[in-house]
């Protein structure tokens, strides 16, 4: 998929560029300039766990991060820079390993433009959007330089207040048989956040749908990054490397559980009591300054990598073939902590740690054309890791760990026949733990013995389907898929963090449409139903995977510069009903979003374009929990509830589009 199917989709957040990938959804339960919280083929992927993400082969997921693994924050993409975007399914290739299971997408930007832009957006809520982008020659090359500023407040009671800054600037040049750029990227950003709030208290009316009940919640963020590759074509063989350094940065502040730690008979240092929180049934979030179970999640760290391929083309026999040798290495030093916080004021330090992982990962992969309906695809891959972690507040979790796994692939394609092919992979692919599971022996808020996670688990999966173009403008793939995970890793809301679970089972239908009736339309359609669960037995317990994604359906309308210079289209986004708990007891309510942009193209080089989001108006969750937590007044140990975080109301943004 390329900037000409993205450029005219409704997009109110970043992340949502990878709802691009047929089955995913990207949402949002905190401020903006949080990551957001991802579903795709029965995972609630938390924010990002199990889908690999990577920019310009740079991956974006976190190992050990602070509020959980796989942490993927999209915030610094710039949706015009996108030339295109490449997705899979499942772990059936070679050259992806950690966080793929469920499939992996990677984003990449131009060179040069089409066309260099001045972009102003402005918009409900006190949303703005200033870009200026363009390419141009310089030297023997090209450069490309792109800046941006956001604010967004949103419709909460107390606004986000989000501020992002955000630049790219590369160099690229291209000669002979040879190609090669370098890219550097910056981002910063600061927010305010309304967490998901807790459903009792909205019905008796002591808290509104866009309330904070800690109105200190949030943070702010950091991203600095520098990327060279490297590409040589000869004339057998392609030889590509690409090396990379990340910095990154983020102090994050959240209150899940409201009072259940900190309540009247705790009363910790610096909290006030709590009889005024309560004001003619309303709750006073001013008081949360000084009160509640709000925990902070600083998360400092270098993240450098290098990726090298060969790809030698050559016969095997008569037969046409590619085998393709691989390595990819990585490694993050890491600094974070989790702290018991009052209005981002710390007062107790739960843990704190120095953490080192590496991983190195070489592959192999040989794909070959049989016959002319005949072709495959087999590969073997291992990752080693090394996990190290030094813990400032408990000598027993200190440790270093070793672990790796051989990890093969093979996918078969038989066809065309009628413009149809049928497919067949299989593959096994892992997860890694978060370094500080692998390596804690005693849990730091109570001191009491745990057992250390497995460093990697694995997953095995299959998949099975059809690709067609028989009918005339239309491509259709129709997907039935099975996975099994040793170890499922589950949000835990009152921690805000993942943990490993339960080993489980997810299969599903997936069938995705791309319809071009005429020139100027296009029409698609995206159907994934999936069924997850745990497969073993606990007594007491259940064995539905909370928050796993059951049904999703997307689908829209795309015109494109038609009607005398009017572009754009509608979009519709359908989550379906999920299990909340493991006895599927409490579930969701289905999300139904309806969105749309239309544009209109004024001359050669203005056009003015217009969003509205959330058409319906719907007073739906954008995601929702359940878990324990507790007000003033109510039991020590909480109450069971359910905790959403709503849907923006209907919104709109217009703004000018100048191209020079």
Partial sequence: MGQAQLKYRPIIRPGEVLEAVPGLIATQHSGEGKANQYFLRGFNLDHGTDFLTQIEGVPVNQTAHSHGQGWTDTNFLIPELIETLEFKKGNYYADTGDFSSAGSANIRYFNRLPENIIRFTGGSFNYYRGLIAGSRRSGKGELLYAGEVVHNDGPWTTGNNYLKLNGVLRYSREYQNHSWHVTAMATQSDWRSTDQIPRRKFKQGAIGRFDALDPTDGGNSQRYSLTGEWNLRGENSLTAFMAYGVYSKLNLYSNFSFFLDDNETVNPVGCGGLS?????????????????????????????????????????????????????????????????????????????????????????????????????????????????????????????????????????????????????????????????????????????????????????????????????????????????????????????????????????????????????????????????????????????????????????????????????????????????????????????????????????????????????????????????????????????????????????????????
């Fill in 276 to 660: 005024g929180l309560s004001v003619n049934n309303r709750v006073d979030p001013v008081l949360f300054n000084t009160c509640g179970d709000q925990f902070g999640q600083p998360d400092d760290r270098w993240t450098t990598g290098f990726k090298g391929s060969h790809t030698l083309f050559h016969k095997i026999g008569s037969f046409d073939s590619e085998t393709t040798l691989g390595i990819q290495m990585r490694n993050d030093n890491i600094r974070n902590a989790l702290t018991r916080t009052h209005a981002q004021k710390t007062f107790d330090i739960t843990r704190r740690d120095a953490i080192w992982v590496t991983s190195i990962s070489p592959y192999f992969e040989n794909k070959t054309n049989w016959s002319s309906w005949l072709r495959t695809s087999l590969g073997l891959r291992f990752d080693g890791f090394r996990f190290e972690v030094s813990n400032s507040n408990l000598n027993q979790n200190n440790g270093t760990r070793y672990d790796g796994l051989l990890s093969p692939k093979l996918a078969i394609v038989m066809g065309p026949w009628m413009n149809t092919e049928l497919y067949l992979n299989g593959g096994l692919g892992f997860h890694s733990n978060d370094a500080r599971g692998i390596n804690t022996r005693l849990d730091p808020a109570n001191g009491e013995t745990v057992h250390r996670a497995d460093p990697l688990a694995r997953t095995y999966s299959a998949e099975t389907g059809i690709r067609s173009t028989w009918v005339d403008r239309l491509q259709s793939t129709l997907a039935v898929w099975w996975m099994d995970l040793e170890s499922e890793l589950v949000f835990v809301g009152d921690a805000g963090a993942t943990v490993a679970s339960r080993p489980s089972r997810r299969y599903g239908l997936e069938f995705a449409n791309y319809y071009h009736p005429v020139h100027w339309l296009t029409l698609d359609a995206d159907f994934s139903f999936s069924h997850s669960r745990f497969r073993d037995s606990v007594a007491g317990e259940g064995n539905h995977v909370p928050n796993a994604v059951e049904t999703v359906i997307a689908t829209g309308a795309t015109f494109h510069k038609v009607f005398n210079g009017f572009y754009g289209g509608p979009r519709l986004r359908y989550l379906g009903p999920r299990a909340l708990n493991e006895d599927n007891t409490q579930r969701s309510d289905s999300t139904i979003l309806l969105s749309a942009m239309l544009g209109y193209k004024l001359n050669k080089s203005l056009r003015i374009q217009a969003e509205v989001f959330n058409v319906l108006n719907r007073k739906d969750d954008a995601i929702i929990y359940f878990y324990t937590s507790r007000m003033p007044g109510e039991v020590n140990r909480g109450v069971d509830d359910f905790h959403f975080h709503p849907v923006e109301p209907v919104s709109f943004r217009i703004g000018f589009v100048m191209n020079y």
